[in-house]
């Protein structure tokens, strides 16, 4: 049947698979998080500009 010989393919393909270590996976998060955090007050400063900039124009 092809589904048990796909469910070997996949298991022997996990066998080969290299996990990140604890040290990666921390860095890694830490980047994905400070870049969030980062573009998140970017942009808010970004909305901010151009808010105070319309209301000014509308007055």
């Known amino acids: 049947m092809h ?8 298991v022997k393909e996990m ?3 290299v996990w990140p ?3 990666e996976n921390r860095r890694d998060t830490a ?3 400070s870049l969030s955090v980062f ?3 970017f ?3 970004f909305d901010w500009l151009i808010e105070s900039g319309l ?3 509308t007055k």
Do not use: D, S
């Not at 589904?3 to 996949?10: A, G, H, P, S």
């Open 3 to 10: 589904l048990f010989r796909f469910i070997k393919n996949v």
């Open 15 to 17: 066998k080969l698979v």
């Open 21 to 23: 270590t604890v040290k």
């Open 31 to 33: 980047v994905v998080v």
């Open 39 to 41: 573009f998140m007050l």
């Open 43 to 45: 942009f808010a400063l």
């Open 55 to 57: 209301l000014i124009f």
